[in-house]
């Protein structure tokens, strides 16, 4: 009723110019923060409005009251990972610049220069994170600077800018992005000079489709990408981590190449039901051609379980084997013993099966594993967000998570099984025979 008054006292002019007053729509992370500041963040998630904000931030820094009045800002750097997503997020984007600005102050777009002008004289230039140098001779009051987090020259882009932010009494810019673990996002966070504002894809709902939230939260439940892309927050490493977010990216392929071997790997739960530890089952292959040395292993599928009893992962385990053609199912006996393998066998008495046992601690184990991904030997070739979650806090010292790191666990002893026991046997001398 309040608003339906306030509506209705408008008048005609004033209902027209209403879609254009951001600061009335805007959400609490997309208006900028009060006082001295030099840079500001806004972080979010996937469609929280980020662009929205550095459009609405740039018009409101080079209009002035009237369409030919100056603003605040004369001069403005827009940088992009690239010169397309510059010009095409940026400035023609459905959140851009063209598409926020009303018909009396509409910059025109002077495509050979890559550069807006408004009717009053001020330039918004665009710029590539690709292309540092080019940052070099021109001269700023105002930046805005979209995804930094993913600028692939970030730190030399970022130093560049700085040099070139020096017109006016006080020049300011702004960084919208959705968070990464980098050391330049990360460095501009700590600075005194910097405000931050944060909002998760939520904080946008009501200009997104109504299925897209409820899809991607179930799909991405519980994960790193989760944390970082729907609620926007900066996903660090674990310090002293034995497997770094940015190892365990290079690490995703798509291709498999025909592989020698497949095995299932289990890390047996000591208890059933629904608040039991989970069972770790993952499947890995490998490509053996030559020496071990030039051996790859493939990452295939991580089937872990939180079982109802110990029939159903075996069930689970045995099922992944049929899934992948797997030579032989792998798992460790140090707290099931003799159990673990007729468990396996109720299932299926002809599994080909071999108990291992654990006689170093998880992270002594888990360290030559790390080793093999330092190397490039190691791929994932599967979507395995929850197991990469768990590598992601193993470090030298041990898990830094909550609960057993079963699943990397399971990991362990499928590259241990196709990877370091046959180096190890390869490496035995060989006995001569004397004739």
Same mark, same amino acid.
């Given at each position: 009723?309040?608003? =339906?008054?306030?509506?209705?006292?408008?008048?005609?002019?004033?209902?027209?110019?209403?879609?254009?007053? &951001?600061? &009335?729509?805007?959400?609490?992370?997309?208006?900028?923060?009060?006082?001295?500041?030099?840079?500001?963040?806004?972080?979010?998630?996937?469609?929280?409005?980020?662009?929205?904000?550095?459009?609405?931030?740039?018009?409101?820094?080079?209009?002035?009251?009237?369409? *030919?009045?100056?603003?605040?800002?004369?001069?403005?750097?827009?940088? =992009?990972?690239?010169? $397309?997503?510059?010009?095409?997020?940026?400035?023609?984007?459905?959140?851009?610049?063209?598409?926020?600005?009303?018909?009396?102050?509409?910059?025109?777009?002077?495509?050979?220069?890559?550069? *807006?002008?408004?009717?009053?004289?001020?330039?918004?230039?665009?710029?590539?994170?690709?292309?540092? #140098?080019?940052?070099?001779?021109?001269?700023?009051?105002?930046?805005?600077?979209?995804?930094?987090?993913?600028?692939?020259?970030?730190?030399?882009?970022?130093?560049?800018?700085?040099?070139?932010?020096?017109?006016?009494?006080?020049?300011?810019?702004?960084?919208?992005?959705?968070?990464?673990?980098?050391?330049?996002?990360?460095?501009?966070?700590?600075?005194?000079?910097?405000?931050?504002?944060?909002?998760?894809?939520?904080?946008?709902?009501?200009?997104?489709?109504?299925?897209?939230?409820?899809? %991607?939260?179930?799909?991405?439940?519980?994960?790193?990408?989760?944390?970082?892309?729907?609620?926007?927050?900066? @996903?660090?490493? /674990? #310090? +002293?981590?034995?497997?770094?977010?940015?190892?365990?990216?290079?690490?995703?392929?798509?291709?498999?190449?025909?592989?020698?071997? @497949?095995?299932?790997?289990?890390?047996?739960?000591?208890?059933? +039901?629904?608040?039991?530890?989970?069972?770790?089952?993952?499947?890995?292959? @490998?490509?053996?051609?030559?020496?071990?040395? $030039?051996?790859?292993?493939?990452?295939?599928?991580?089937?872990?379980?939180?079982?109802?009893?110990?029939?159903?992962?075996?069930?689970?385990? %045995?099922?992944?084997?049929?899934?992948?053609?797997?030579?032989? %199912?792998?798992?460790?006996?140090?707290? +099931?013993?003799?159990?673990?393998?007729?468990?396996?066998?109720?299932?299926?008495?002809?599994?080909?099966?071999?108990?291992?046992?654990?006689?170093?601690?998880?992270?002594?184990?888990?360290?030559?594993?790390? =080793?093999?991904?330092?190397?490039?030997?190691?791929?994932?070739?599967?979507?395995?967000?929850?197991?990469?979650?768990?590598? +992601?806090?193993?470090?030298?010292?041990? &898990?830094?998570?909550?609960?057993?790191?079963?699943?990397? $666990? /399971?990991?362990?002893?499928?590259?241990? #099984?196709?990877? *370091?026991?046959?180096?190890?046997?390869?490496?035995?001398?060989?006995?001569?025979?004397?004739?």
């Amino acid at each position: 009723m309040e608003r =339906a008054a306030f509506l209705d006292s408008l008048s005609e002019n004033a209902l027209a110019s209403l879609p254009w007053l &951001f600061s &009335f729509w805007a959400a609490p992370h997309q208006v900028p923060p009060a006082g001295d500041w030099r840079t500001w963040v806004c972080l979010g998630g996937r469609g929280a409005g980020k662009t929205r904000a550095g459009a609405e931030w740039v018009r409101n820094m080079v209009e002035g009251a009237r369409p *030919l009045d100056a603003g605040t800002a004369r001069r403005v750097a827009l940088v =992009a990972e690239t010169y $397309d997503q510059a010009r095409e997020v940026m400035v023609f984007g459905d959140s851009g610049i063209l598409a926020c600005s009303p018909p009396d102050r509409l910059p025109q777009w002077e495509a050979t220069r890559r550069r *807006l002008v408004w009717p009053n004289g001020a330039v918004a230039q665009c710029f590539s994170a690709s292309d540092p #140098e080019a940052l070099r001779g021109p001269q700023f009051d105002a930046a805005w600077c979209d995804e930094l987090a993913k600028w692939p020259r970030a730190e030399e882009t970022w130093d560049m800018l700085q040099f070139a932010l020096r017109l006016g009494t006080h020049p300011r810019q702004l960084v919208t992005t959705t968070p990464r673990n980098q050391d330049t996002l990360k460095a501009i966070l700590a600075a005194p000079s910097t405000v931050m504002t944060h909002a998760a894809t939520e904080a946008n709902r009501a200009w997104l489709a109504p299925s897209f939230l409820a899809e %991607i939260r179930a799909r991405y439940a519980g994960t790193h990408l989760e944390r970082q892309e729907l609620d926007g927050a900066l @996903v660090a490493d /674990a #310090e +002293g981590t034995l497997w770094p977010l940015e190892l365990l990216a290079r690490a995703r392929v798509r291709d498999v190449p025909g592989l020698s071997r @497949v095995v299932v790997a289990v890390d047996p739960a000591v208890s059933s +039901g629904a608040k039991s530890d989970l069972c770790g089952i993952v499947v890995a292959g @490998v490509w053996a051609e030559g020496p071990p040395a $030039d051996w790859r292993a493939y990452v295939l599928e991580d089937a872990s379980l939180r079982a109802s009893s110990p029939t159903a992962w075996a069930q689970a385990a %045995i099922d992944a084997a049929r899934r992948h053609g797997a030579d032989r %199912i792998v798992a460790e006996v140090n707290q +099931g013993g003799n159990l673990v393998g007729e468990v396996l066998r109720q299932v299926d008495p002809l599994v080909p099966y071999r108990a291992v046992h654990a006689a170093r601690g998880k992270a002594v184990r888990a360290e030559p594993v790390a =080793a093999l991904y330092e190397q490039g030997r190691v791929f994932h070739a599967a979507p395995l967000r929850e197991l990469e979650d768990q590598m +992601g806090l193993m470090t030298a010292q041990g &898990f830094t998570g909550t609960g057993s790191p079963d699943r990397v $666990d /399971a990991l362990v002893w499928a590259l241990h #099984e196709l990877m *370091l026991a046959p180096a190890a046997r390869w490496s035995q001398p060989k006995l001569r025979t004397l004739g």
